[in-house]
């Protein structure tokens, strides 16, 4: 039996863990962690994204009896995602603004120096990534570097599942292309 068929619906496990089951917002947490890091991660960068996604977690375990449509669960924690990024990074850059630079220059330095040769190809991958829009970036991180379902990427976007498939689809087209333009083809 596969697998999809037998998890329980999004709705079934939030009244659950309105009622009081860790287990069921566990579960939740699991399907969507993966997203809201990549949410915050477009919003405040790598470095703090999984903070950042811990935090909006929290706030929604939190606030799960206010939730008003508990079959929009995803959509509803995407959004408290987004905000607790963009306040994480109102914060961040006025702390920001009093570091030395020369400290941020000599650690990405000694960040290049000790990675492997190996990377090379991920990081071509991560720079192309970077060149395309945000949309699609987004959906293909979703997709292909966490393996959500396409239902799961247009439940947390708020988006149908169309939507979902013709980003992936045209993101995978600007994808190859910035590749190509990063090897110089």
Do not use: C
């Amino acid at each position: 039996m596969a697998k999809a068929s037998a998890e329980p619906p999004d709705e079934i496990l939030v009244v659950g863990a309105i009622l009081g089951s860790l287990d069921a917002f566990d579960e939740l947490a699991s399907r969507y962690r993966a997203a809201a890091v990549r949410v915050a991660q477009s919003i405040v960068g790598r470095e703090d994204a999984e903070d950042v996604a811990q935090e909006a977690l929290l706030l929604a375990f939190k606030a799960l009896p206010s939730i008003d449509e508990p079959s929009k669960f995803a959509a509803w924690l995407s959004a408290i995602t987004r905000h607790r990024a963009l306040r994480f990074g109102k914060r961040e850059s006025l702390h920001q603004a009093g570091r030395v630079e020369l400290d941020e220059v000599l650690l990405e330095n000694i960040a290049a120096l000790s990675r492997p040769f190996v990377q090379q190809s991920s990081e071509e991958l991560n720079r192309a990534l970077e060149t395309v829009a945000p949309d699609y970036a987004l959906v293909l991180r979703m997709r292909f570097l966490d393996e959500m379902p396409l239902k799961r990427i247009a439940a947390f976007l708020g988006v149908p599942v169309s939507t979902v498939k013709w980003r992936v689809h045209q993101g995978k087209k600007l994808l190859r292309e910035a590749l190509l333009k990063i090897r110089g083809e």
